[in-house]
Each structure stands twice: as structure tokens, then as C-alpha cells.
């Protein structure tokens, strides 16, 4: 069985020779890239395990890949992925809950904080025994896990209540698209904040955290404002709600 790989995603020298050093013991191929880019190359390569990724990065950031994985899973699978950053506030925690990350580590961590964070992900992706059935997750498998997991958590189990819920957003959807693209075209930029922020919490509540993610993304550019970058999370979140 090939070794396996560890993708490090860090762009300060420094804190990426602490984690070879601190992982250099455990059977494991360490691959470091210093930017997005770079670390989805690594990833379309094959053979990663693990995803160990900075927030503050050159040009995308680690939310942005984690969006991007979300969006997009390589080979067809979730990796499993670990924030390691200074920058975990409560609300940066709530949204990276949100995106279903593996795990938060905060920085500065031990040599057996690290230890500890790959050898559970490995744990994680061991082979089954040779006895057992062999299975696979889809895309649509990942739906439904998220429904699942929406109904358990925000509808105490009932899933009743859940699709009666549903069914009044999929009502207000095609009012909202209006309601956006008028407030894109008149740029007006805090109606289209306010907008965002009530999607943002429907789409989670509904079983949809990567399009709530892009939703949070959305209203953060509508506050400063950025023109460019409200338009197109506004163009990716419109698309998403037609096909609902």
C-alpha cells in the first residue's frame, strides 16, 4: 500500500518546517504548497489523506478552498480537512462548522496536537477488513447526509416539519432572485446584504452549507462594499436557487 499523503497548505516558511519536523516520525509523505492554486494541483495528483490548511493565504484563502471542495470534491470524495490557524474567533469557528471542517487547530500547537490531528484522519480513511463490502459515496449520498443532518438538528427530527418548511422557501425563492437581481442592477448594496444574511441562515437550516457559506461570503462583500465580488456570489448563489 502506497504511503499516505498529507497535503500542508502554508505560505510562512517557518510554520511549515515546525509541522515537518513535528510529523516527521509518523508513516506519512508530507506535500507543502504555499497558496490554493498550488494545493488543488497537489490534490488532483492523488493520494491525499489529509488536508492541513492556513486561513490567510496569498490570493485565495483557506476558506476559499474549503468552499472549493466543498463545491467540487476531488475524485469524488471529501478529504478530510484541518484549519490550522491564529484566526479562530467564534464566528470563524461557526463558519467552518458550517462547511463541515474535520478539525481547528489553533496556532501555535504541540508536536502532539499535530500527531494527534493526522493520525485520527488516518484513522478515518483506513481500509475496511478484507471481509467487509466494499462502498462508495456519492454526490447524491452527500445530499442526503446533509438533509439528514439539517432535519436532526434544526427540526428536532421531524422530518414532516422540515419539507412543510422547505416547500415555503422553495415558494419564496423566485421572489428573492427578483429581489437581488434589483438590488445588483440599482446597486443597491445593503438591500442586497440583507439579503444574503436571511439566505445565508434558510440554506443552512435547510441541509445546504456550502451554498450558505457562499451566501456569508456575499453579505461580507455587499457590507464593504465590493462591487466585483457581489455580483459574482450573486451570479453562483442565483444559480443555485433556480435549481431548486
Known amino acids: 500500500m502506497s504511503t499516505p499523503k498529507v497535503l500542508l497548505v502554508e505560505d510562512d516558511s517557518s510554520i511549515a518546517r515546525f509541522v515537518q519536523m513535528a510529523l516527521e516520525e509518523l508513516p506519512i509523505e508530507l506535500v507543502t504548497c504555499a497558496n490554493v492554486p498550488d494545493a488543488m494541483q497537489a490534490l488532483h495528483a492523488g493520494g491525499v489523506e489529509l488536508i492541513i490548511t492556513d486561513l490567510m493565504l496569498p490570493g485565495e484563502s483557506g476558506i476559499d478552498l474549503v468552499q472549493r471542495l466543498l463545491q467540487e470534491p476531488v ?16 464566528p470563524v469557528r461557526e463558519q467552518l462548522q458550517a462547511m463541515k471542517v474535520w478539525r481547528m487547530v489553533s496556532k501555535p500547537a504541540s508536536v502532539a496536537e499535530l500527531e494527534a490531528c493526522v493520525t485520527d484522519a488516518l484513522a478515518l480513511v483506513a481500509e475496511p477488513p478484507a471481509n467487509a463490502p466494499a462502498t462508495s459515496t456519492t454526490l447524491a449520498d452527500e445530499a442526503a447526509d446533509d438533509e439528514a443532518q439539517a432535519i436532526a438538528t434544526h427540526f428536532a427530527g421531524d422530518e414532516f416539519l422540515f419539507k412543510a418548511y422547505r416547500a415555503s422557501c422553495l415558494q419564496q425563492f423566485p421572489a428573492d432572485i427578483l429581489q437581488g437581481d434589483a438590488a445588483c442592477t440599482a446597486q443597491d448594496w445593503p438591500a442586497l446584504r440583507r439579503l444574503a444574511h436571511s439566505l445565508a441562515t434558510v440554506l443552512l437550516t435547510l441541509g445546504h452549507p456550502a451554498q450558505s457559506v457562499r451566501a456569508r461570503q456575499l453579505e461580507n462583500a455587499a457590507a464593504q462594499p465590493a462591487p466585483e465580488a457581489c455580483l459574482e456570489h450573486w451570479r453562483l448563489l442565483r444559480a443555485f436557487l433556480l435549481q431548486l
Open 75 to 90: 475524485h469524488g470524495r471529501r478529504i478530510p480537512v484541518a484549519v490550522f490557524s491564529a484566526g479562530l474567533t467564534p
